[in-house]
C-alpha cells in the first residue's frame, strides 16, 4: 500500500510537471506566431534548447550512473516498447540528423548577420537526438520517481519540439504561394549552397515532426509501465507460417505493387508543371486510396463477422500493454478523422462536383469506415485466447467449458450456450472442420490488410501530399488553418498506419 | 466475462459515434469560420438543431418507456452526479433558457428578411436544455448498450454546441472594437426592443457556455458509470459541526466579504468611461487575487505537510467515483493554466513594468501555485480513511495495527513504525491531544479553502473578465485567439472552483 501510495504520488508530481511545461511552451509557441516582435522565434529556441539539454542530462546520468546500481535491475522495462516503435523511432531519428546538419550549415553562411542560436538549437537538438535514440530503446532503467519525472519531462520536451515544428511546417507552407521572391531582408547568405541546404531541410521536416511524435509516444508507455515488475512467465511463441494461406499474401502484394506504381507516378507528376498531369496523378492517387480501403473494408468487416461466430474464449485476464497498445490504436487514428471530416466538409460545403473531387470525398468516407472496421477487427482479435496447436484435439471440450463458465451469469446468455452445446453434439464434421476453416480465414484477412497498411503507410510517409497538391483546402479554409490541420493530422496518421502493421501482426501470430 | 465484454464493445461503439460526431462538428464549425460564405451559421444551426431533436427524442424515450421497465431498476445510476453538478447544472440551465427566450425575441424581429433557423434552432436548444435538466440529475435508468451511445450522444451535442458558443463569443469580441457602428447589412429590426434583447443575450452567453461544459461532465459521469452496480453499503453519515473551529472560518469569510466588496467595485468602476477608474478597479481585482491566492496557498502548503506528519490510514481500496473526482479536478484545473501561462508570456515578452501588471504578473503565477497546491491536498485529503468518532478512544492502538500491518513490507518503513511505537508509549499526553489538534487545524485549513474558492468562483461566474479589461492580452495575441483562450479557459476555471468546493467540503466531512 506504500508503494502504491508512493507511485501515485510520483505520477501526481510529473505530471504536473508536465503539464505546467507543455502549456508554457503552448503559450510561447502562440506568442511567437502573434507577436513575433515580442517573442522572435530565437526566444522559443532558447527555451527548447534549455529543456533538450536538462532532458538530455537526465538520459545521460541515467545511464552513466544508475544504470550500474544493483537495485535498479529490478526495474529493468522489458517492455519499453514494441520493435516497430524502436524502429520508427531510429528511422525517423535519423532524418531528424540529416535535418539537423542541414540547418547548422544553412544558418552558418548567416552567422554574420543573425543570432547564433539559430546554429546552437540544431547542434543541441542532434545531440539530444543521438543519446534519445540510443537510451529510450535499451529499457530505461528507472528508479520510481525520479524516473517518472525524467520521462514526463522528455515527453513534454518532444512534444513542444513537436508543436514547433507543426507550427513552423505550417507558416512555411504559407508563405510560400504568396510570396515567391526569396526577400530574406538585409541579411544574406555567405555562401553558394544556402539555398539547397534550406530546400533540403524543409523537406525532411515531417520526419522530424514524425520522430517527435515517436518519441513522445516511446515516453509515454514508459512513463506508464514505470514501477510494473516484468511478468516473468514467458509469452507463447508463436510461429511465422504462411503454409495453406495464399489469397490474403497475394492480393496483399498486389495492392502493394499497385500502389508502389501509383505512388511513383504521382511524385513524378507532381514535380512537374504541367497542370493536367498534376490532376491526372492526383485523380489515379485518390482512385487507388479508394479502391485499397474499400477491399480493406469489406476485408475488415468479414473478418469481425467471422469473430462474431467463433465461439473462441475471450482473454479474461488484464493485460496492461494490451491495453496501452490499443488505447495509442484508437488515438493515433483521430488524426486521420481529422483530416477527412475536414476534407469531406470542404467538398460537401464549396459543392464541387467534379471527378477529381468525388473521388476524394469517396476516398474520404471510405477512409473512415475502413478505420473505424480495422480498429474493431483489430481489438477483437487481440482479445481472443491466441490458438494453442496442442489444444486442437480438445476442441469438443470447449463448449462445455464455456458453459459452466457462464453459468453464473443470466439466464439469457445460458440458454445460448447451451443451445450451442446441443449443435455440436448432433453435427461432428462441421465442428472438427470449423475452426480450420475460420482460423485460415483470419490469417489471410489479416495479412491482406497488413499489407494494404503497409502501403498506406509508404505513400505519405515518403513525401504524398495529396492533400496540399489538391487546392480546395486552402481556397475554403485559411491557408495556415488546413496546413495546420494536416500537418497535426498526418502524423498521426501515420503514426496509426505504422501501429496497425505491428498490431496486424500479433493478429496474425494469435490466431 | 461475457457481461464484462459486451460492456467494452459498448464503450467502444459510443466512443466511436461520440468522436465521429465531435470531429464533424468541429469541421463544421471551422468552416463556418474561415468559409462563411459556402457554410453559414446557419447550416451550424441546422446541423445542431438535429443533434440537440435526436438527444432530446433519446431522453424523453428513456424517461417515457424504459424507466418503467422493471429489469431497468437494476442500472439506475445513484451517482448520477454529486449535488454540486446537480445545482450547476439547473442554475446555469436557467440562464440559458432566459438566452433562448431573449433570441428568439431577437430574431423574430428579423424574420421579414433572415432565416428561420434562427428562431428555430434557440427553440429547440430550449426544449433540450428544458428535457435535459429534469432528465440528466435524475439518475439516468440504463440499458448499457442503448444508455452509453446515448450518453455520447448527449455529450457530443453538448461539446458541439460548447465549441459553437465559443467560436460565437470570440467573433463577437472580435467584433466590437473594429465596427461599433451597427452595420446590420440590409436586413433591418421590425421591432424597437430589438438592440435591448441582443446586449441581454450577449451577457447571458458564458452560461450557456458554462451549461454545456456542466451538462457533458455530467453526460462523462453517467457513462462512466453505466453498467456499475451502485455499491449497497451505506456512506459513512458524517455530521458538519463547526464545533471549536473558528479561525478558518472568520478568516475565510472576512475574505469572502473582501471579495464581494472589490467585486462590487470592479463592476461599477468599469460600467463607467473613466479610464483612470478603471485602471484602479483593476488594481484592486488583482491585488485582491493576489491576496487570496497566497493565503490560500500557504493554507494548503500547512494542510499538506499535517498529512505527510499524520499517520492515519490510506485507503487502499479502489474507488471509481473518487477517482473520476480528482479527474475531473486536475483536468479542469488546466483551464486556469491556459490561461495564467498566456497572461505571463504576454506580460514577460511585452516587458510591461507598471505596477498593474507587475500585480497581474504576480497574480497569474500565485494562481498556478495555488492551484497545484491545492489539488495535492484536496487529493491527499480523499485518500484518507474517514476519522469515525467512535475509534477516538482506541488513539492507543493504532500505531501497533499500523505497525502490523506494514510488518510485510520493506525494513525501513519497519524501522520508522516502530520508534513511532517507543515515542508514543513514552509519552501519553502529545498522542491524546495530537490526533485532536491536527484534525481541527484541517478543518479550519478546509473551510477556509472552501470559502476562498466560493469567491474566486462568484467573481468570473457574474461578469469579472479582468482578462479582457485589461488590454494587454489583445495587443499581444490577436484579438480572436486571445478571447478563444480565455472562452476556452475560464468556463473550465468557474468549474473547477465549484468542484473545489465541493471536494474541500467532502475533506471537510471526513477530516
Request: glycine fraction near 6%; aromatic fraction near 10%; hydrophobic fraction near 50%.
Amino acid at each position: 500500500a506504500a508503494q502504491q501510495q508512493s507511485s501515485k504520488r510520483g505520477s501526481l508530481l510529473s505530471g504536473v510537471i508536465c503539464i505546467n511545461i507543455l502549456i508554457l511552451g503552448c503559450a510561447m509557441v502562440c506568442s511567437s506566431v502573434f507577436s513575433p516582435d515580442a517573442v522572435s522565434p530565437v526566444n522559443v529556441q532558447i527555451l527548447l534548447s534549455v529543456l533538450l539539454l536538462l532532458t538530455t542530462a537526465w538520459m545521460v546520468y541515467y545511464m552513466a550512473y544508475v544504470a550500474r546500481l544493483d537495485k535498479a535491475v529490478l526495474y529493468k522495462d522489458g517492455h519499453a516498447g514494441p520493435v516497430w516503435l524502436r524502429g520508427g523511432l531510429v528511422l525517423f531519428g535519423v532524418c531528424s540528423l540529416i535535418m539537423d546538419v542541414f540547418k547548422i550549415a544553412n544558418y552558418v553562411g548567416y552567422m554574420h548577420c543573425d543570432s547564433a542560436v539559430k546554429i546552437v538549437f540544431p547542434a543541441v537538438q542532434a545531440l539530444f537526438i543521438l543519446v534519445q535514440v540510443n537510451h529510450l530503446p535499451n529499457g530505461a532503467v528507472c528508479l520510481p520517481l525520479s524516473c517518472r519525472c525524467g520521462l514526463m519531462l522528455c515527453l513534454a520536451s518532444n512534444l513542444i519540439v513537436w508543436m514547433t515544428a507543426v507550427t513552423e511546417e505550417s507558416q512555411h507552407q504559407t508563405v510560400i504561394p504568396k510570396s515567391d521572391h526569396g526577400n530574406e531582408g538585409e541579411c544574406n547568405c555567405s555562401h553558394t549552397a544556402c539555398s539547397i541546404f534550406k530546400e533540403a531541410y524543409y523537406y525532411l521536416y515531417p520526419f522530424n515532426i514524425e520522430y517527435s511524435l515517436f518519441a513522445s509516444a516511446m515516453a509515454y508507455v514508459m512513463w506508464k509501465n514505470v514501477g510494473r515488475l516484468v511478468d516473468q512467465h514467458a509469452h507463447h511463441k508463436h510461429r511465422f507460417r504462411l503454409k495453406g494461406i495464399l489469397v490474403g499474401p497475394v492480393v496483399g502484394v498486389a495492392m502493394l505493387v499497385a500502389g508502389l506504381a501509383t505512388f511513383v507516378i504521382y511524385e513524378v507528376d507532381m514535380a512537374m508543371d504541367d497542370k493536367e498531369k498534376k490532376e491526372l496523378a492526383l485523380k489515379i492517387h485518390y482512385l487507388m486510396n479508394t479502391v485499397a480501403v474499400s477491399l480493406m473494408s469489406v476485408a475488415a468487416l468479414i473478418g469481425y463477422a467471422i469473430y462474431w461466430l467463433d465461439k473462441r474464449d475471450h482473454v479474461s485476464e488484464k493485460n496492461p500493454t494490451r491495453s496501452l497498445d490499443i488505447g495509442l490504436l484508437l488515438g493515433s487514428s483521430l488524426g486521420q478523422f481529422l483530416i477527412c471530416y475536414f476534407n469531406m466538409v470542404a467538398i460537401v460545403a464549396s459543392s464541387a462536383t467534379d471527378v477529381l473531387n468525388a473521388l476524394n470525398l469517396a476516398c474520404s468516407l471510405l477512409t473512415i469506415i475502413q478505420i473505424i472496421l480495422q480498429n474493431v477487427f483489430v481489438i477483437e482479435g487481440l482479445h481472443r485466447e491466441p490458438f494453442n496447436e496442442d489444444h486442437e484435439g480438445h476442441v469438443f471440450a470447449n463448449p462445455h467449458a464455456l458453459h459452466s463458465n457462464q453459468e453464473t451469469h443470466q439466464p439469457s446468455t445460458m440458454r445460448r450456450s447451451t443451445s450451442v452445446v446441443i449443435i455440436t453434439t448432433g453435427m461432428h464434421v462441421p465442428v472438427t472442420l470449423g475452426p480450420c476453416w475460420k482460423r485460415r480465414l483470419l490469417k489471410e484477412i489479416s495479412i491482406f490488410l497488413l499489407l494494404c497498411n503497409v502501403i498506406l503507410w509508404i505513400m505519405p510517409a515518403f513525401g504524398a501530399r495529396p492533400q496540399f497538391d489538391n487546392e480546395l483546402g486552402f481556397r475554403f479554409y485559411d491557408y495556415s488553418t488546413w496546413s495546420a490541420v494536416v500537418n497535426i493530422g498526418l502524423p498521426f496518421g501515420i503514426f496509426y498506419r505504422m501501429h496497425s502493421v505491428a498490431s496486424l501482426f500479433e493478429v496474425f501470430l494469435i490466431t
